[in-house]
């Protein structure tokens, strides 16, 4: 008698592998670039691509944490001003004469640590829905950014930090370079390591994960506690694009993330989901937007249509997903 061999992973059809949820976001994709290329004779032009580009790259650096923090079944709406409190401690250190590479580090820090408090929040009270503590934590980052600059800007940054933001490789974005370096980490560390197939099961079973020996509170924090790093980073750069800050920058940049997440197919009931589809979404959002910007849409109709496309994703009937979460061993 042949050995029986019990295994989750379902073989891969041709059918199944179109019929993922990535290729309707390339559909989606091409459609945008087509919509907007018969709209406006501006948009297909590279310069007006590349700085298109690099005006909504910096939120998408907060993306490749939220899909692990979304995998989890968790959310993180305090990421907006986590990036403020970086970004005004930053400047308000540089503009009372610390060293801007200083200045930098201290940033990071800032940002690495609102991150970790969220994560042992959410594990110490448990009670507490990961909304209720980062919509506290959310307005508690934002009320100390105004308590230390109130409405004034700090700017005059050095030059070296303005490449930063508007820097090239050749003929490259610096920004577009330092994401896709993030995004291959980040998408290693969610499909390809232990790490990554623990919060896919988290996300789909916590107690289980938790009695299989899982530490589950563990890889929360480290999850959360990344959210705020790329929070940070995002301040970097953002501020650099600007050339100055406030405590009122940022502001809905979490609403942003959480919508490119969603719309690229990670499920809010955790679990399910892919890097390459939120990473498909930030482009579709953002080339949606510029297109739409060339001809004068107004911001309102931009937020109507970009509803209307969640309401799409979340409405479309449930297809098949394929190496979405952990893959099971034979036995």
């Given amino acids: ?10 073989p891969l059809t041709l059918k199944g592998f179109f019929l993922q949820w990535e290729w309707m976001l390339v559909l989606l994709f091409i459609a945008v670039i087509v919509m907007n290329v018969n709209l406006s004779d501006y948009f297909w032009d590279y310069n007006n691509l590349r700085d298109a580009t690099m005006s909504f790259l910096d939120k998408a650096f907060i993306v490749l944490p939220m899909v692990f923090i979304i995998i989890l079944a968790d959310i993180d709406i305090s990421v907006g001003s986590i990036v403020a409190l970086s970004s005004v401690i930053m400047a308000d ?18 940002g690495t640590l609102c991150g970790y408090i969220n994560g042992l929040l959410i594990v110490k009270f448990k009670e507490l829905s990961s909304v209720i503590v ?3 934590t959310m307005i508690i980052y ?9 409405d004034q800007s700090v700017g005059k940054f050095p030059k070296w930090f303005n490449y930063l933001g508007w820097g090239y490789v050749g003929s490259i974005p610096f920004i577009l370079i330092a994401f896709a370096v993030f995004a291959v980490l980040f998408g290693i560390l969610l499909h390809k ?10 996300g789909s079973n916590p107690t289980a994960s938790r009695y299989s020996g899982v530490q589950v509170d563990r890889i929360k924090i480290i999850v959360f506690t990344l959210a705020g790093l790329m929070s940070a980073v995002t301040a970097l750069f953002l501020t650099s694009r600007m050339g100055s800050t406030r405590p009122n920058i940022a502001t809905g940049y979490e609403l942003d993330v959480i919508a490119m997440v969603v719309l690229g197919g990670i499920s809010t009931a955790g679990g399910k989901g892919r890097m390459i589809g939120a990473i498909l979404a930030v482009f579709l959002i953002g080339y949606l937007r510029y297109g739409l910007g060339l001809i004068n849409i107004s911001a309102q109709t931009l937020l109507i249509v970009i509803g209307l496309l ?7 009937p449930k297809l098949k997903w394929k190496g979405t979460g952990a893959k099971g061993k034979a036995v």
Avoid at 193 to 202: E, L, N, S
Avoid at 310 to 316: D, E, K, P, R
């Fill in 310 to 316: 969640l309401i799409f994703a979340v409405s479309v």
């Fill in 193 to 202: 390591t232990t790490f990554g197939r623990k919060v896919y099961a988290i």
């Fill in 93 to 110: 250190l540089y503009a009372h004469g610390v060293p801007m590479e200083l200045a930098l580090i201290v940033c990071l820090a800032v």
């Fill in 134 to 136: 980062t919509l506290s």
């Fill in 1 to 10: 008698m042949e050995p029986r061999v019990l295994t989750s992973k379902k």
């Fill in 142 to 150: 934002r009320g100390i950014a105004y308590i230390l600059l109130k």
